[in-house]
């Protein structure tokens, strides 16, 4: 079993800056992926960032040059560094994460982003 915490979360007013943390714990023999997930309010689940323990990077288009993903493959540790926020990033980001040698998914519970206009 693999527990994925997350922490960071909170209220910022639009062009402030939040850092997002998330702890892999459990059972795996690598995480060849992590990264981030969000939800706002009455919308699907969407792509924020991923990285793999190699270093390679997916970012979503509405996140390009605000967001960067970076990871601790030592700790099993990714963070997610949010600049210039605006309020259209308002919502649930979940730390999700792909586990070796299952290559099952984890999700941890998600932690609120709130940006004010």
């Known amino acids: 079993q693999v527990q994925l915490v997350e922490s960071g979360g909170g209220l910022v007013q639009a062009g402030g800056s939040l850092r997002l943390s998330c702890a892999a714990s459990g059972s795996f023999v690598s995480i060849p992926a992590m990264g981030w997930y969000r939800q706002a309010p009455g919308k699907q689940r969407e792509l924020v960032a991923t990285m793999t323990t190699g270093g390679s990077t997916n970012y979503a288009d509405s996140v390009k040059g605000r967001f960067t993903i970076s990871r601790d493959n030592a700790k099993n540790m990714v963070y997610l560094q949010m600049n210039s926020l605006k309020p259209e990033d308002t919502a649930v980001y979940y730390c999700?994460?792909?586990?070796?040698?299952?290559?099952?998914?984890?999700w941890g519970q998600g932690t609120q982003v709130t940006v004010s206009s």
């Open positions: 999700h994460a792909v586990v070796a040698i299952t290559y099952r998914t984890y």
